[in-house]
């Protein structure tokens, strides 16, 4: 039988081949199959279906049969359709007759649903809901599940929520409602998926529901009020069928963005939310995403993903605990995103846990603790607010975050644009191991500033982490890009050989205006370092410069730190322009600082600096600036190191270095042994006093 529209009032019987009736026909045909009489005993299968599964095609309609037994499971194993194999289409013989010529009708399944709704209904717990194959909720029509219902999805089976339609599965703290397996026992993807999905839509809605139960009516670019779905204290468990694109709970991306309340995700055979923005339908993003105060737990297999969102609406990721293996997650909204007061943790991840917001991010009060990952990466392109998290011993066990550029690090923060304030974090005993790989730079914490950001860190807590490595440098934090501002943190990691990389380069060139020059220092000053305070042991904590053919690591300023942590410090007044004045008795000053950056007096009004030879030598590590209206006096008898090729001292000012014939003032290598080239020596900048 092939597209052929009705198969009715037939006989078939005394069939001995395997199949009675074979059914084929295109996607846009259906055939109904109804009064028929089948009587094969020697058939395998009185009707065998043979085309496809289209979860948007309602089942087969072969009701009002008789089938030569009134046993519904005889019935069933005669019809090979879905239920054989996932791939075939259902077939609906239900009601069926009681006899060849017995007209009287029977549905043992009264409680099995699928095909497309076209009307409302609502499920109570003493309705006892069966769904296989596919379930549609079309535009217009609401499915309302009441508290304490159990919805059993056989194998492969979805419920699929039109644009326009909704489902209010609302359940409560002491009453929940149960999405599960029809199977027993049950086991992770027995089924497919809740599926919310783009659709005609009418342009008269009914009002939406909140998630508190009140009516909102938000604004879409369609005439009429939205209609959105809700799933509240709802547990959904073996869902996602494993090799299928799919979750237990998939949006793509509609107008009736559903809300998350209160659920509890788990045993899900491939991911447990998935949301995916349709390139074609960018008008449709007006809403807000909600997923608050869920649990998300056992992810059946740990090499696949626990959360993929990508959408262009706001999301709101609020109070969720992703617990027990979860494999993987990632946040991504071309909007703004807040993920704050959730738990992540004892998951093993495999993979970048990533959350990107191409609007403002909010990241706070987050609890990350007891995980074995990859590595955890955060991409803010509007600004971000990163603060009050907590995130401890964690291990961090990758071959590389980057093969390029041969990194591994733990956590990683990365700013395009805007500004970010990372203030009152607490990073502690976490663990990065070297597994192999290409690696050569390990890393706790890699923060990323481009030239349209900036980054305030404040009053963090990053103390006893620990790098396992056998090859490479090892350090808590590594500063990539400009405009950092990191005071008053205490950092402190005896387990990590540096507590500061730059990885900033520059290259010197007098022709580049020198504020270009400028941009790969980072200022690291008034942070507390530990209780080791020797002036002769804290640079130590610092990486060095490193040359490569005339290309420079940038230079850290660290001097001077604090003596006592943070949290120590007495209330601080604070000067006319914001800033805080910081008493001399809690900082220590490295006596052997090298000099870089804009040279500045040190008493206020004051235009001159004057280098005496007893407070030398004077080491110059990097370029040294003598700003317009600044003027450098050096002294008889003064010494003057360029502590690498690098350096340079580049004078806009004036500089004055009058020695003596008997008092020479030297400028000069530190090297022992001094070759032509060690460093780049004195650039007059064209200027009126030069």
């Avoid at 005339?550 to 604070?574: D, G, R």
Wanted: glycine residues 6%; charged residues 15%.
């Amino acid at each position: 039988v092939s597209r052929v529209k009705y198969f009715m009032n037939n006989i078939i019987e005394a069939i001995t081949s395997q199949n009675a009736v074979y059914l084929f026909y295109e996607w846009e045909s259906a055939t109904t199959i109804r009064e028929n009489i089948f009587e094969n005993p020697s058939s395998k299968y009185d009707l065998y279906c043979g085309m496809g599964y289209d979860p948007l095609v309602a089942a087969v309609d072969a009701s009002r049969n008789w089938w030569g037994t009134a046993d519904d499971d005889v019935i069933s194993s005669r019809i090979f359709d879905f239920s054989t194999s996932s791939t075939n289409a259902v077939v609906s013989h239900v009601p069926y007759y009681l006899g060849r010529y017995n007209r009287t009708l029977y549905n043992p399944r009264a409680n099995f649903w699928t095909g497309t709704l076209t009307q409302n209904v609502t499920w109570a717990p003493s309705d006892n809901p069966i769904v296989f194959s596919g379930l549609v909720v079309p535009a217009g029509i609401m499915l309302t599940i009441l508290p304490g219902t159990v919805v059993r999805l056989q194998t492969a089976a979805s419920i699929i929520i039109n644009d326009g339609g909704a489902i209010i599965s609302r359940g409560t703290s002491s009453d929940r409602i149960t999405f599960t397996s029809f199977n027993s026992p049950a086991t992770p993807g027995d089924w497919k998926f809740i599926k919310f999905q783009e659709g005609p839509v009418p342009l008269s809605l009914p009002p939406c529901p909140n998630y508190d139960g009140s009516l909102s009516s938000s604004f879409i670019p369609l005439s009429g009020t939205s209609w959105c779905s809700v799933l509240e204290y709802s547990t959904i468990m073996n869902g996602g069928t494993l090799g299928l694109a799919a979750a237990q709970v998939i949006v793509k991306e509609t107008i009736n963005n559903p809300i998350i309340k209160d659920c509890i995700f788990s045993n899900t055979g491939k991911q447990h939310i998935e949301i995916v923005y349709q390139y074609n339908n960018w008008w449709r993003h007006n809403y807000r995403y909600t997923i608050m105060n869920n649990i998300f737990m056992g992810g059946a297999i740990k090499t696949i993903v626990t959360f993929w969102i990508s959408t262009r609406s706001p999301v709101d990721f609020v109070n969720n605990t992703i617990t027990s293996d979860n494999p993987y997650f990632q946040v991504e909204t071309y909007s703004e995103l807040t993920f704050a007061y959730n738990t992540i943790s004892h998951n093993v991840y495999r993979g970048d846990a990533r959350l990107i917001a191409y609007g403002h991010c909010i990241f706070e009060n987050n609890i990350i603790t007891h995980n074995d990952f990859d590595a955890i990466k955060l991409l803010a392109w509007a600004g971000l607010t990163y603060r009050f998290n907590t995130i401890s011993s964690n291990v961090w066990t990758r071959s590389g975050w980057s093969q390029s550029s041969g990194l591994t690090t733990g956590l990683w923060v990365d700013v395009e644009s805007g500004q970010a304030l990372i203030s009152n974090n607490t990073l502690s005993n976490n663990t990065v191991h070297n597994t192999g790989g290409s690696s050569v730079r390990f890393e706790i914490f890699t923060f990323v500033s481009h030239y349209r950001s900036s980054i305030t860190m404040k009053f963090n807590i990053i103390k006893d982490n620990t790098i396992v490595a056998e090859i490479g440098t090892c350090q808590t934090i590594g500063i990539v890009g400009f405009a950092y501002t990191i005071l008053y943190n205490e950092i402190n990691n005896p387990r990590c050989v540096f507590e500061i990389f730059n990885h900033n380069f520059y290259k010197v060139d007098p022709r580049l205006d020198y504020n270009h020059m400028m941009g790969g220092i980072v200022s690291v000053v008034k942070n507390y370092w530990g209780p080791d305070t020797d002036p002769q042991n804290v640079p130590a904590r610092f990486a060095p410069c490193i040359s490569d053919n005339n290309l420079f690591k940038a230079w850290i300023e660290y001097s001077p730190w604090l003596t006592v942590p943070p949290s120590h410090l007495p209330s601080l007044p604070v000067n006319d322009d914001g800033s805080t004045i910081l008493y001399p008795i809690y900082l220590e000053t490295d006596p052997n600082m090298k000099w870089s950056g804009h040279l500045a007096p040190s008493s206020p009004g004051s235009h001159t600096v004057i280098w005496p030879s007893q407070l030398g030598p004077y080491n110059i590590r990097g370029i040294l600036i003598i700003p317009v209206n600044i003027t450098l006096i050096i002294l008889p008898g003064t010494t003057v190191f360029m502590a690498s090729p690098a350096s340079a001292i580049l004078v806009y000012g004036s500089l004055i270095a009058r020695g003596e014939s008997d008092n020479l003032i030297t400028i000069t290598s530190p090297n022992s042994i001094r070759n032509s080239g060690d460093c780049q020596s004195i650039v007059f900048v064209p200027a009126q006093n030069n």
